[in-house]
């Protein structure tokens, strides 16, 4: 069930694929560790009606797709297509290091209805001539998909894809997007470079206001912040954005302004081995279901757990109604 035609693609994207997209965390329940559907599920509303997120980025490294089975990632793509059907859109990560899973995974990606996919730069470390390698790569997955893809560059694969080779990829004609995880400077030239071939974005929620306001972006595109510094009572990340997407922007400054405590919390009491458990247990704190994490990922100690709540209660945000 595609949404567009391939040639169509990137139009479906530039009307499609627009606002606050999340990087969704996968919650496995504490006792067997067992991807938990219904928290998943519950987690979807909550975000796509309580705090007005606009779609979900499913089973990509905030949601440890790396720990994950074949199965379990595609039941992952059914929850949230089925859950967020008619409410936000999908975009569902198909990257692995073997290119039969990447098919794989797009072809049902495809079919339970997903509006878009996402595939991270391979590993090519040991490569030191690699723009043909890649260029290759995605050509290949694109003339085997109709979905429109999003490419993601990261420093997780050893290297970072140039805004150059980046443009050139996107003359494929289902490469709509771009997660790119690089320098300012590097995706405010792919911004440039690209036009409307590409729709650029990062996972900085600190950038993103700029972003909009220098920059015309029209897609936050993704990570945690849009669930962990929202609440339904105090939805501030989605006020700043519409304000800026009105050209209020004055306004829109204002208000992010007002979230630098909560950023701070969020920020001083991350351990730095364990981004996906901190994130998942304040996830709890607001009353979702974060749940617990998967080999090799390590858990919070109770005085991890403490430094959390702690920060937490002093960030500022307002919690009157846990997530329904």
């Known amino acids: 069930m595609v949404k567009a035609a391939r040639g169509e693609a990137k139009d479906y994207a530039r009307a499609h694929l627009r606002g606050i997209w999340a990087a969704a965390l996968t919650p496995f329940r504490p006792d067997d560790f067992a991807f938990d559907e219904a928290a998943f599920r519950r987690n979807l509303l909550h975000w796509s009606g309580a705090l007005g997120i606009d779609g979900v980025f499913v089973c990509g490294k905030q949601g ?8 379990e990632r595609k039941r992952s793509f059914e929850v949230a297509a089925d859950a967020l059907k008619g409410r936000a859109g999908t975009i569902m990560s198909c990257s692995d290091q073997n290119m039969d899973n990447v098919i794989e995974l797009a072809c049902h990606a495809e079919a339970v ?3 878009f996919i996402v595939v991270h730069a391979p590993v090519l470390h040991f490569l030191h001539d690699r723009d043909e390698t890649l260029y290759e790569y995605y050509r290949y997955i694109s003339e085997r998909v109709n979905i429109g893809i999003a490419l993601w560059s990261h420093p997780d694969s050893g290297y970072l894809m140039s805004p150059e080779l980046c443009a050139r990829i996107a003359d ?34 600190e950038e993103w206001l700029d972003n909009i306001i220098e920059l015309d972006w029209q897609v936050y595109l993704c990570s945690s912040p849009p669930y ?12 700043y954005t519409d304000a800026a997407f009105a050209g209020d922007h004055a306004r829109a400054r204002a208000i992010s302004a007002t979230l630098e405590p909560v950023r701070a919390a969020l920020k001083s009491t991350r351990p730095g081995g364990k981004p996906q458990a901190a994130q998942k247990y304040w ?4 009353g979702q279901t974060g749940g617990a994490v998967r080999r090799p990922m390590l858990p919070l100690t109770e005085p991890e757990r403490a430094a ?17």
Do not use: C, W
């Open 64 to 71: 440890e797709f790396f720990a994950m089975s074949m199965e």
């Open 113 to 115: 209805g997903a509006d």
């Open 172 to 205: 494929l004609p289902n490469i709509v997007a771009i997660k790119y995880s690089v320098p300012r400077e590097m995706y405010v030239r792919l911004t440039h470079l690209a036009g409307d071939k590409l729709i650029v974005s990062t996972a900085s929620e």
């Open 228 to 239: 962990l510094l929202q609440t339904a009572d105090d939805r501030r990340m989605r006020d």
């Open 283 to 286: 996830q709890d704190l607001l």
């Open 308 to 324: 959390i709540r702690t920060a937490f209660a002093t960030s500022g945000l307002a919690l009157k109604e846990a997530a329904q």
